[in-house]
Nanobody, 124 residues
């Protein structure tokens, strides 16, 4: 069992920055691929960014490439998402998720554990 707790959401103006953090605890959390997903009202949950278990590979949705950066510290069991140049369309609840799937996946169906989510609102 892996427990995930997100923090760092809030209200920010267009063009601003925000850093989300996810604290993981439990069974071998450092062996899981970790990703951030988001869900806006009335929309499906979508992949944002992900990191392989080692942190050696990172993956991004096209909509956030060049603006968001994911990082992880396995010694501290944390995963962070640095968000810059924020746009109104980035407004959503952001979720941290952990996957033990045999390869990296951007599909939410392949993630076993989820945090409770943190709200990010970008105002214009």
């Amino acid at each position: 069992q892996v427990q995930l707790v997100e923090s760092g959401g809030g209200l920010v103006q267009v063009g601003g920055s925000l850093r989300l953090s996810c604290a993981a605890s439990g069974r071998a959390s450092s062996r899981h691929d970790m990703s951030w997903f988001r869900q806006a009202p009335g929309k499906e949950r979508e992949f944002v960014a992900g990191s392989s278990a080692s942190g050696g590979s990172t993956y991004y949705a096209d909509s956030v490439k060049g603006r968001f950066a994911i990082s992880r510290d396995n010694a501290k069991n944390t995963v962070s998402l640095q968000m810059s140049s924020l746009k109104p369309e980035d407004t959503a609840v952001y979720y941290c998720a952990a996957s033990s799937y045999y390869i990296f996946s951007a599909s939410s169906r392949d993630y076993d554990y989820w945090g409770q989510g943190t709200q990010v609102t970008v105002s214009s």
